[in-house]
């Protein structure tokens, strides 16, 4: 049987974390910033967390389920 692969542009999004949670980066911070306000460019600067929904799925993406 082959090996598993984990998914390639799941690697470079994702990081786990020393809790076991799985850590984001946020979307909408690339272009388009003048129309956005300061708070929320600033909010969108921090990472995030997977939510519990979806950790399942990014789990099996990085191959650790």
Request: with cysteine.
């Amino acid at each position: 049987m082959p090996k598993m692969k984990t998914n390639s542009s799941a690697k470079k999004r994702f990081t786990i974390t020393g809790s076991g949670k799985i850590k984001r980066k946020h979307a909408f911070k690339s272009h388009i910033l003048t129309k956005k306000t300061k708070k929320q460019k600033r909010n969108l600067t921090y990472a995030g967390l997977v939510h519990a929904a979806d950790e399942s799925n990014v789990k099996s993406l990085l191959c650790m389920k």
